[in-house]
């Protein structure tokens, strides 16, 4: 969560104008989305760019461009990057000029079938993501400029996954979010799936892929954007996190993902685990951040639909 103060809008043009080399007269604008970094939206003669700034010094964006790097040579649809610094001296901080993937989001409640060959074309896209090797799990590490790998911060994938998940379920029991007994289940459904967390290799995952991040141009697939949440993991874990909430849309978004990887026997079992973790650590992080907020439905009813079909 962003918690520094952000960059001005006449600076950032300034900057565009002078140093990013995008010319004068463009229109910089504030974009509202973007957790972990400030975004703006940068238009120039029917161009449109976008500017991306890290809130924290000495953090930088040197991993993600490496990320588009060998994202793009796989030919998986991302933005390109125009321009970056490790540390921008008039911003004191990391920066990144991308161009925009063209169209729109699909976006939550869109109806399956009427986007079926984008979600196909993303789930090629997707597994091809999957595929680029991580050293090690967890966050990529972004304290340093001249990264010659993708590095996680975590050397085993256990030890990331489940670090805290004894603290999240004793903080959903103190607010009651689940029926009794829910966490006494999940504690059993983690115990028996222990071979699920046994991973030696990580594997890039986006980290939010969701129909929010899948573009389309009238219906012609333009790629996925916002790759500020990379991370090494076991390889289904974006398979798991865009089945929260788009259950109906995974049908095809896995037909895509056949198409260049072949799934595991245990493929259902290990995107639902990933499911269920990622819904039950932001249900406790949320809590924590806005203790007086109601549970964000979805949340709970992921976690709900994996303990059911997990059999806890």
């Given at each position: 969560m962003i918690g520094t103060a952000e960059p001005a809008v006449?600076?950032?043009?300034?900057?565009?104008?002078?140093t990013f080399g995008l010319g004068k007269g463009v229109r910089v604008a504030?974009?509202?989305?973007?957790?972990?970094?400030?975004?703006?939206?940068v238009e120039r003669r029917g161009e449109v760019f976008y500017v991306r700034v890290l809130p924290?010094?000495?953090a930088s964006f040197a991993p993600e461009v490496l990320?588009?790097?060998?994202?793009?040579?796989?030919?998986?649809?991302?933005?390109?990057?125009?321009?970056?610094e490790h540390s921008n001296p008039r911003l004191d901080r990391s920066v990144m000029v991308t161009t925009e993937i063209k169209g729109q989001a699909i976006g939550h409640g869109t109806t399956p079938e009427t986007v079926r060959n984008v979600l196909v074309a993303a789930g090629h896209d997707l597994a091809l993501t999957n595929a680029i090797p991580?050293?090690?799990?967890?966050?990529?590490?972004?304290?340093?400029?001249?990264?010659?790998?993708?590095?996680?911060?975590?050397?085993?994938?256990?030890?990331?996954?489940?670090?805290?998940?004894?603290?999240?379920?004793?903080?959903?029991?103190?607010?009651?979010?689940?029926?009794?007994?829910?966490?006494?289940?999940?504690?059993?459904?983690?115990?028996?799936?222990?071979?699920?967390?046994?991973?030696?290799?990580?594997?890039?995952?986006?980290?939010?892929?969701d129909a929010t991040h899948i573009y389309h141009d009238h219906g012609i697939y333009s790629g996925i954007i916002d790759w500020g949440e990379i991370r090494g993991t076991q390889p289904l874990y974006d398979l798991g996190h865009f089945g929260i909430e788009?259950?109906?849309?995974?049908?095809?978004?896995?037909?895509?993902?056949?198409?260049?990887?072949?799934?595991?026997?245990?493929?259902a079992l290990r995107t639902q685990l990933a499911g269920l973790l990622v819904s039950?650590?932001?249900?406790?992080?949320?809590?924590?951040?806005?203790?007086?907020?109601?549970?964000?439905?979805?949340?709970?009813?992921?976690?709900?639909?994996?303990?059911?079909?997990?059999?806890?």
């Open positions: 006449q600076l950032v043009k300034e900057l565009c104008e002078r504030r974009v509202a989305e973007g957790g972990s970094t400030y975004v703006f939206r924290e010094q000495g990320a588009h790097r060998l994202l793009s040579e796989r030919g998986v649809h991302v933005p390109d990057v125009m321009y970056w991580v050293q090690h799990f967890g966050w990529i590490r972004r304290d340093s400029a001249g990264s010659m790998c993708l590095q996680g911060e975590v050397a085993c994938l256990r030890d990331w996954l489940l670090a805290d998940l004894d603290v999240h379920l004793a903080r959903l029991d103190r607010h009651s979010i689940f029926a009794s007994g829910t966490s006494a289940r999940i504690a059993a459904i983690i115990a028996a799936s222990q071979g699920c967390f046994d991973d030696d290799h990580a594997s890039l995952a986006h980290g939010d892929f788009n259950g109906a849309m995974l049908p095809y978004v896995l037909e895509g993902y056949r198409e260049v990887a072949q799934l595991p026997a245990d493929f039950l650590g932001r249900l406790a992080r949320a809590l924590l951040i806005r203790p007086g907020q109601p549970a964000y439905g979805p949340y709970v009813a992921a976690v709900e639909r994996a303990v059911v079909a997990l059999r806890g």
